[in-house]
């Protein structure tokens, strides 16, 4: 075996890694978030398709934080993304509100100083999440900064909801800034 190869096999186990710890956090979430039946057939649809999308190669980033988005619907915290929340105007520019429970219009700007400033990119990505589920979700490019954002963003509404302290999700945090 030369180094080439080496290298390459460190790389598929890395990338098992990843896969593994990503659909670690995704049930260990579905495992916290579950109330009853009824809920709970539904989401393991959304689990199975989430571990779908993670072999089928989707990017792993995005279809977590669409599934974060329906563990937030399936526990009564989905967010209002499409109007400001407090006051229904449709006008943006919005800040998310992790607290007010959604997007907040200028207007509305001072019920929550923490709300945070998202681009359109987050904005549009954010409305689609609240439309569609995981069995539906085709393969889509997001731009490395825009993921950034929807990280912030889905930190917040899941922190502010569900507030929930999951190893899974450390490990996931661990891998990032340690580049594993
Ligand atoms: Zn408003």
């Given at each position: 075996?030369?180094?080439?190869?080496?290298?390459?096999?460190?790389h598929?186990?890395r990338?098992?890694l990843e896969?593994?710890?990503?659909?670690?956090?995704?049930?260990?979430?579905?495992?916290?978030?579950?109330?009853?039946?009824?809920?709970?057939?539904?989401?393991?649809?959304?689990?199975?398709?989430?571990?779908?999308?993670?072999?089928?190669?989707?990017?792993?980033?995005?279809?977590?934080?669409?599934?974060?988005?329906?563990?937030?619907?399936?526990?009564?915290?989905?967010?209002?993304?499409?109007?400001?929340?407090?006051?229904?105007?449709?006008?943006?520019?919005?800040?998310?509100?992790?607290?007010?429970?959604?997007?907040?219009?200028?207007?509305?700007?001072?019920?929550?100083?923490?709300?945070?400033?998202?681009?359109?990119?987050?904005?549009?990505?954010?409305?689609?999440?609240?439309?569609?589920?995981?069995?539906?979700?085709?393969?889509?490019?997001?731009?490395?900064?825009?993921?950034?954002?929807?990280?912030?963003?889905?930190?917040?509404?899941?922190?502010?909801?569900?507030?929930?302290?999951?190893?899974?999700?450390?490990?996931l945090d661990q891998m990032d800034k340690y580049s594993l």
């Open positions: 075996m030369n180094s080439g190869e080496i290298i390459a096999s460190h598929a186990l990338e098992n896969l593994a710890a990503y659909a670690s956090y995704a049930a260990e979430l579905t495992d916290r978030s579950l109330q009853d039946d009824e809920a709970g057939g539904y989401l393991f649809r959304q689990l199975r398709a989430y571990l779908e999308a993670l072999e089928e190669g989707k990017d792993p980033q995005i279809v977590t934080f669409l599934y974060e988005m329906k563990i937030l619907e399936a526990s009564g915290y989905g967010p209002v993304v499409d109007a400001c929340v407090s006051c229904g105007a449709e006008d943006g520019p919005f800040r998310l509100s992790a607290s007010a429970g959604g997007a907040l219009c200028r207007r509305c700007f001072p019920r929550d100083p923490e709300a945070l400033e998202l681009a359109e990119g987050p904005w549009k990505l954010l409305r689609l999440f609240r439309r569609m589920d995981l069995t539906r979700l085709g393969h889509v490019q997001v731009k490395e900064e825009t993921k950034a954002a929807l990280k912030t963003a889905m930190r917040r509404l899941t922190d502010a909801h569900l507030g929930y302290h999951l190893k899974s999700r450390a490990f």
